[in-house]
């Protein structure tokens, strides 16, 4: 019986040795991920300090872009809302498709 104890708690050291090492090399690559973000994030930050101002000229076709062409998708709300004149730009209720298939519905839409 002793020499079966004594095997047992071999085995058992030998688990918690190998757990200890599996968190270790856990915590150390979770580090080692951190660290490199960071350095990353420093590489990119110094890019930015250094042209800072080829970046900037870039302010002005991203203002274009957000106007002029994503600007107008939020007004495509309208046709699946109920609008009122004078009211939301959003509608008083939304009705989905249902404009739609009223359009398509329509004899005088196909004719």
């Known amino acids: 019986m002793g020499v079966v104890h004594e095997l047992a708690f071999t085995y058992q050291v ?3 040795s190998e757990q200890h090492m ?5 915590k150390t690559t979770s580090t080692m ?7 990353r994030l420093r590489t990119a930050a110094t890019l930015f300090r250094k042209d800072w101002q080829l970046y900037s000229l870039l302010i002005l076709p991203i203002i274009y872009l957000l106007i002029f062409k994503y600007g107008p998708m939020i007004g495509n709300v309208i046709a699946f809302s109920r609008f009122v004149p004078g009211g939301s730009i959003f509608g008083e209720k939304w009705v989905g498709l249902r ?3 009223m359009f ?5 839409f196909w004719g």
């Open 22 to 26: 599996e968190s270790e090399t856990a």
């Open 104 to 108: 398509i519905d329509d004899p005088t």
């Open 99 to 101: 404009y739609f298939k």
């Open 33 to 39: 991920t951190s660290l490199r973000k960071e350095s």
């Open 14 to 16: 030998q688990d918690r």
